[in-house]
């Protein structure tokens, strides 16, 4: 099974940048899809992105459409969230996922990595 390790989380100004990434290794990353996930305190985890095996296609929820962009680089096994315009709202722990074709991110087959704090203040 894949292991994930995220890094590039930490505090931020309102209207500022990050950019996160996630470390796979030990399994077939390439043929994964992969999310991003988040959960702020007394919150419910909640969908961020997706990004298909291949990288051609991608799914945002809507509350993050056009100031978040998922990407992958699977010749170094890695995942990214650029994320822009972070308000407030944001601020959560922030989680990356890859699972096996036709399964579903709360599967025991897929993996998630630790979490990485994102705090945003305005």
């Known amino acids: 099974q894949v292991q994930l390790v995220e890094s590039g989380g930490g505090s931020v100004q309102a209207g500022g940048s990050l950019r996160l990434s996630c470390e796979a290794s030990?399994?077939?990353?390439?043929?994964?899809?992969l999310a991003w996930f988040r959960q702020a305190p007394g919150r419910e985890r909640e969908f961020l992105a997706a990004?298909?095996?291949?990288?051609?296609?991608?799914y945002y929820v809507d509350s993050v459409k056009g100031r978040f962009t998922i990407s992958r680089d699977n010749d170094k096994n890695m995942l990214y969230l650029q994320m822009n315009g972070l308000n407030s709202e944001d601020t959560a722990v922030y989680y990356c996922?890859?699972?096996?074709?036709?399964?579903?991110?709360?599967?025991?087959?897929?993996?998630w990595g630790q979490g990485t704090q994102v705090s945003v203040s305005s």
């Open positions: 030990g399994g077939p990353f390439s043929s994964y899809g």
């Open positions: 990004i298909s095996w291949a990288g051609g296609h991608t």
């Open positions: 996922v890859a699972a096996p074709p036709d399964t579903s991110w709360s599967s025991d087959l897929a993996s």
